[in-house]
């Protein structure tokens, strides 16, 4: 006869969830290497994307130049792009036969953070020109006819776009935070060295580590709700501070 | 200046100025050449002809779409003219902050309306001490005190008008650029506006002001540019061209006609 595996499956599952907490709660050793990892490449990331991404998003937006039409329509293209094929390039570039393989840096945080680099990028730079070029679209000639200088323009345009610019910021956090594909491509997932939050519950739960898998995932799920609140206090904020 | 008619056909501004003519001319402030401006290949302004005097108020009237604000564009020095030229006789006018533009639909700051004016005199290049006064003194011009911490983009249009105004008077300019600056006013703002006009004007404030309002103009203007279909097609004195339109165009507008 076979077995009932309906109450198991359930008993499974709320003990999932209580080792789960467990694990959080006595901040499992293991579990916060891991979250650690996570958080550093992701904000790693995010901070080299928006050095690259806030300029170059806001020269796009301002600045008339010959190919910019094509880098706009590609920055908004790329915003898109799959995490496996970026992890799939910055595995070809940094693997031994690659262009950069001298730098070994394959199954390395360094490659990761690299991948996810190239992720948010498109995601800073592309959200940046589009607030920026509405609000000079705005704000031009105002500051034109008051005989303002462009680095004035610029900085007035940066100003007044600030909370935007956090927008997109956290924008790129999400996508990186959550992202598996790439991380799990150039990082492999190595044990105490590359293993981050989403590709640990990948492996986790094939192996039936289900407690440990779901620990990372609650964690994970109240970080994007944490930068989903940041999002809307930053909303409410901007508008007590007469940003409307 | 009342009784020094001044003139606005520019054959004869040529003439008086080459000539030593005993009869006092006004100086006119600028002179529009010729002005056309194309928008893929279409002229708004075409072959503008416009002398405008340097002293008093000259309104510049004519139905929607007729390039008013275009030609205040122009004159901001927003716009690049495809053809013709735009002379400045005053050498006291020589950059974007002398000329002072309202604009149509006002552009205020993501700011408050206080943050708006502080960051105009910063552009107007007034030191950081003098701009708390200042600023003090704008918000009185415009009776704007209970508004000035309010986010300036979710006043009233009436409002947001009146902080336009006050925001191009904190540049001190030689000329004031006004586009249908009452356009969405109560009477009382509008007398203000009027006043502020007035006042400005009266301190040497060369203005050159849009409006639909015959009312209006006869109240402030002394000269009148009549403009239709980007070209000029009537100019005089306020009360000639208010009492006895000599154009088709002119009358019917002032009529209350529409002349397509
Ligand atoms: N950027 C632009 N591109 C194309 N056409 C334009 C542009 N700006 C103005 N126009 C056209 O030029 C003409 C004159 O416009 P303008 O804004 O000067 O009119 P106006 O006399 O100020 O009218 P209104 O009384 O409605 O304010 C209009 O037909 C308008 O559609
Ligand atoms: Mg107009």
Request: with cysteine.
């Amino acid at each position: 006869m076979p077995r009932n595996r309906g109450p198991a499956l359930m008993h499974d599952f709320g003990a999932a969830f209580a080792s789960a907490f467990a694990l959080i709660a006595t901040a499992d050793a293991e579990l916060m290497e891991v979250i650690g990892l996570s958080l550093r490449v992701t904000m790693v990331a995010v901070l080299v994307a928006c050095l690259i991404g806030l300029p170059l998003g806001a020269t796009l937006a301002i600045a008339r130049f010959p190919g910019r039409g094509i880098l706009v329509v590609l920055t908004s293209a790329l915003m898109g792009l799959p995490p496996v094929v970026v992890g799939l390039i910055v595995y070809m570039l940094l693997s031994n036969a690659g262009p950069l393989g001298v730098l070994q840096l394959l199954y390395s945080p360094t490659a990761m953070i690299i991948a996810q680099t190239l992720l948010v990028t498109p995601i800073v730079a592309s959200l940046t020109r589009q607030f920026i070029e509405d609000l000079y679209g705005e704000y031009d000639e105002l500051l034109k006819s008051m005989g303002a200088g462009r680095a004035t323009i610029i900085a007035t345009l940066l100003w007044d776009a600030r909370y935007s610019l956090v927008t997109a910021a956290l924008a790129g956090v999400g996508r990186a935070l959550a992202e598996v594909g790439a991380v799990m491509i150039v990082g492999g997932n190595i044990n105490h060295l590359t293993r981050v939050m989403t590709t640990s519950i990948a492996l986790e739960t094939s192996r039936g580590e289900l407690a440990f898998a779901l620990g990372l995932g609650i964690i994970l799920v109240v970080l994007s709700v944490l930068v989903n609140a940041g999002l809307i206090g930053l909303k409410a904020s901007a508008q007590r501070r007469a940003y409307a | 200046m009342p009784n020094a008619a001044p003139t606005l056909e520019p054959a004869a501004l040529q003439a008086d100025l080459g000539a030593a003519t005993p009869v006092a001319l006004p100086m006119p402030a600028v002179t529009l050449d010729g002005v056309t401006y194309e928008r893929s290949g279409k002229p708004l302004l075409d072959d503008l002809h416009l002398e405008i005097p340097c002293a008093g108020i000259t309104a510049l009237m004519g139905p929607n779409g007729a390039g008013k604000s275009l030609t205040l564009r122009v004159l901001a020095g927003l716009i690049a003219p495809s053809r013709g030229r735009i002379v400045w006789h005053d050498e006291r006018i020589c950059s974007a902050r002398d000329v002072a533009l309202v604009f149509q639909k006002p552009v205020l700051l993501r700011r408050t309306v206080r943050a708006n004016l502080e960051h105009a005199l910063k552009i107007y290049g007034i030191p950081r001490h003098q701009r708390v006064a200042r600023v003090g003194e704008l918000l009185a011009i415009g009776r704007l005190q209970d508004l000035a911490d309010r986010p300036a983009r979710v006043l009233s249009r009436g409002e947001q008008q009146r902080v336009a105004m006050v925001r191009a008077l904190a540049a001190r300019p030689r000329v004031l650029l006004l586009d249908e600056p009452s356009a969405s006013l109560d009477p009382p703002a509008t007398a203000m506006i009027e006043g502020l006009a007035r006042g400005a004007a009266d301190d040497g404030v060369k203005i050159v002001l849009v409006t639909h309002e015959a009312g209006q103009a006869r109240r402030l203007a002394d000269d009148i540019a009549f403009l239709h279909r980007g070209r000029v097609v009537e100019c005089g004195t306020a009360r000639e061209v208010l009492d006895r339109p000599q154009s088709r165009e002119a009358s019917a507008y002032l009529g209350g006609l529409l002349l397509v």
